[in-house]
């Protein structure tokens, strides 16, 4: 399947699976450091845009580690995991263009992007969490400091 516009959802086993979901209950859970104001953080992360991200992350994600068929179709899984990561840069090119909006003063969410890569691995974390509820055992700590490390090189 292409993935240039059309998004696929995050498999929707019960409602905690739902992106909108997701990032109520990671924002609930975060602790924020003290530099982040907590109302500028929620109007950045709780957007359509971060529903976006977080599921094609997961999808990137997913087809890296966890597809079991990635061996025989090597090629089209790069080229679809490609197709994946041009929309996350353009996604994450409409929340900055969203936000340059929403505050007049860029200087006002600085706090807000230093933290953004921890809440966003987070949130992917929280999905395969609540996706794979038989796989728990798989999503150690070399998983999250895989997702961390790689929200921070992408964000």
């Known amino acids: ?13 019960h409602s905690d699976c739902h992106p909108n979901a997701i990032l ?37 994600v ?3 580690r966890f597809d079991r068929k990635r061996a025989h179709r090597q090629a089209l899984v790069k080229q679809e995991q490609m197709q994946i990561f041009s929309r996350l840069a353009s996604n994450h090119w409409r929340l ?5 909006k929403k505050f007049k003063y860029g200087y006002q969410l600085d706090g807000v992007w230093t933290f953004w890569p921890n809440a966003l691995a987070q949130a992917v ?31």
């Open 1 to 13: 399947p292409g993935f240039t516009e059309e998004i696929l959802g995050i498999p929707q086993r």
């Open 24 to 60: 109520l209950k990671t924002l609930q859970n975060l602790v924020l450091p003290a530099k982040v104001n907590m109302h500028r953080f929620e109007k950045v992360f709780l957007t359509e845009h971060t529903e976006k991200l977080i599921t094609d992350s997961f999808w990137f």
């Open 62 to 64: 997913f087809m890296e």
């Open 96 to 100: 900055l263009m969203q936000t340059q």
């Open 125 to 155: 974390y929280r999905a395969f969490y609540n996706v794979f509820p038989e796989c728990r055992s798989e999503f150690h700590e070399e998983f999250k400091s895989y997702l961390l490390r790689l929200t921070t090189y992408w964000y």
